[in-house]
């Protein structure tokens, strides 16, 4: 579940991100500030901003959302 969507002033870098993480199995939503935060079970959310000046927040939270490990490293640890 989703209810991060795009805004009207959002660019279309922003849309592809959520697109990217949506089909990841990643649930995104927006902090009371406007920022996205993108959650999954068993792993620490991640927070990007939600404005297109920054242009390099989208690739980096892309990156980081593609770069994620299955497990936590507190699980990898516990398995042995």
């Not at 209810?3 to 089909?23: M, V, Y």
């Amino acid at each position: 579940m989703t209810t991060a969507r795009p805004r009207k002033r959002d660019n279309k870098r922003l849309k592809l991100l959520i697109d990217f993480a949506l089909k990841e199995g990643w649930a995104v939503t927006r902090t009371s500030v406007g920022h996205l935060k993108f959650t999954k079970p068993g792993l620490p959310p991640i927070y990007t901003g939600a404005t297109p000046d920054d242009l390099r927040a989208g690739l980096i939270a892309r990156a980081r959302l593609r770069h994620r490990p299955e497990t936590t490293t507190r699980e990898a640890n516990a398995n042995g």
